[in-house]
């Protein structure tokens, strides 16, 4: 069963910090690219993080330098720790292959940072 889980979001202030989790099960996921992928309210969903199998990672401009993502393939799960966070990183924020064909898309979790 292909399945996405996101958590670790939550309220933060500008300058914070948070790690976001997301637990992933389904073989198209187990030996592809991952991503992390935001949409804000009115706004388009857009990739911000992907990391390969082997750990190779890429970045959005608008997060590189503050946002990692890594990877535990043992656990099935990526991560996105989010530092120096922003207002305009409020969005909610889902995972997914980093490329199609994409699974079916989880609930998300939402990430507000107040000014």
């Known amino acids: 069963q292909v399945q996405l889980v996101e958590s670790g979001g939550g309220l933060v202030q500008a300058g914070g910090s948070l790690r976001l989790a997301c637990a992933f099960s389904g073989s198209i996921f187990k030996l592809g690219a991952m991503g992390w992928y935001r949409q804000a309210p009115g706004k388009q969903r857009e990739r911000v993080a992907a990391i390969a199998s082997g750990g190779s990672t890429n970045y959005a401009d608008s997060v590189k330098g503050r946002f990692t993502i890594s990877r535990d393939n043992a656990k099935n799960t990526v991560y996105l720790q989010m530092n120096s966070l922003k207002p305009e990183d409020t969005a909610v924020y889902y995972c997914?292959?980093?490329?199609?064909?994409?699974?079916?898309w989880g609930q998300g979790t939402q990430v507000t940072v107040s000014s």
């Open positions: 997914n292959a980093a490329t199609p064909p994409f699974g079916p």
